[in-house]
């Protein structure tokens, strides 16, 4: 079967960083218990997102939205990244068949990348998720979950780049150990998401 030609966007109509100022919280959660079914099995889904959407498409991509270094604040430390330690911070969005289908936001600890790590710190356009999956040493030791309003920086990002406002975009975040390094990656789903399809309302109230 020939496969078909996507154009994917040159440059983006966003600024670095969005950042994902959201209020993290545990499966617990009520909110997260009204959600539909088809948006909870993503997130929590423990496997790699970036085999599950490249299982989904003909043609996945990623885009770098910026890469820095800067100190981790006070809202995304945990007690494994402190507040004020160095980390190099990656925003990407993950496409399938040019649909935007996820906003990523990594923080790598610059302790993190050493060794074997240090491949992190220089992936260009290679999927994060790609490489961590690939690492029998890989643990999963916290998924969190956050709704995110029209009003948050990822949510104006997703408006320029489907067009479509949704009322409230979801996401979550899962701190990782890799040779027993620290990273937290952050996925948000954008409004055209396989995640969202064969959900009838997934806005839930406070």
Sequence with gaps: MKQKTVNFPVTLPVTFPITLAGQWQSPSDERFAELPVPLKDWLLDEGSLTARLKSRCENFKVKVVGEQQQRCSAAEACNLIKVGEPILVREVILYCDG????????????????????VLG????????????????????????????????????????????????????SIFMLDNKPLMVAEVFLPDAFAYQGST???VSN
């Design 122 to 173: 220089n992936l260009g356009e290679q999927p994060l998720g790609q490489v961590l999956f690939n690492n029998p040493s890989l643990q999963r030791l916290r998924l969190e979950f956050s709704s995110f309003s029209a009003e948050t920086g990822v949510a104006i990002l997703a408006t320029k780049l489907t067009e479509k406002p949704k009322k409230e975009l979801w996401g979550r975040r």
């Design 99 to 118: 649909v935007p289908q996820v906003f990523a936001r990594s923080l790598l600890p610059l302790a993190s990348l050493t060794g074997k790590e240090r």
């Design 201 to 203: 309302n997934v806005s």
